[in-house]
């Protein structure tokens, strides 16, 4: 079954780059790697997905491996409010399921 | 503000009696998902809809869950008879086929089964 792994927790300085990392070596060869964060009582927010190439938007980065098992996810600039739970989320081939992990809950510190 | 709605927004209800919660989706979105999140976990997928078909149901619905689009617009999700293991956050996400890689997630349904 399709699934993702992330640290459950990082810490990281404010002005600093956050890199989060995520494993999904399941993933099948068409599906994409999606990445959201959840701000404390909130929905889930999109922040980034990729295929196979590295991508970039004004949020963030994203940095895939060749063999697509595992992705980086880069805040370049953590400031304070970017503290949250990230996730790594990755469709069941051939569905419309999205799975989400547990997350990795940032903490960026001042 | 034109985003994702959820009513109610708390949910508090006795063992055995039966819940129902309303999303409205952002207006040009075909696509609608409802997801349950518990403490500490990420959102866990319950059904998908593509205007008014219901095209994936997770396996983990029982037959107590029962969603509805019935004219591909806002969305119903009911659960009959409530166990407290369904005290839960639920959450609906809405996205157009064109950018489905992005899903709009209201502020959720907090259910509580005492």
């Known amino acids: 079954d399709a699934k993702t792994t992330q640290p459950t927790s990082m810490d990281c300085a404010e002005g600093r780059a956050a890199n989060l990392p995520c494993n999904h070596s399941?993933?099948?060869?068409?599906?994409?790697v999606y990445w959201y964060r959840q701000i404390h009582s909130q929905g889930p927010q999109y922040i980034i997905h990729g295929l196979k190439n590295n991508e970039t938007n004004e949020m963030a980065s994203l940095i895939i491996t060749e063999d697509r098992k595992s992705s980086t996810l880069i805040l370049p600039h953590a400031t304070l409010r970017d503290t949250a739970v990230y996730y790594c989320i990755v469709r069941a081939p051939g569905t419309y399921k999205y799975i989400f992990g547990t997350g990795t809950r940032l903490k960026v510190l001042a | 503000d034109t985003g994702v709605s959820q009513d109610p927004r708390h949910k508090i209800t006795k063992r055995g009696q039966n819940v129902t919660f309303r999303c409205d989706p952002i207006s040009e979105h075909n696509r609608l998902y409802w997801y349950r999140q518990t403490l500490g976990q990420g959102p866990e997928f319950l059904t998908y809809?593509?205007?008014?078909?219901?095209?994936?149901k997770s396996r983990l619905l029982s037959d107590r869950f029962s969603a509805e689009r019935p004219k591909g617009s806002f969305s119903t999700l009911e659960i009959q008879r409530t166990e407290q293991g369904d005290s839960a956050m639920y959450l609906c996400a809405s996205s157009t086929k064109e950018q489905s890689y992005e899903q709009y997630f209201g502020p959720g349904t907090r259910l509580t089964v005492t």
């Open positions: 809809f593509q205007n008014e078909a219901q095209l994936e």
């Open positions: 399941t993933i099948s060869g068409n599906e994409y």
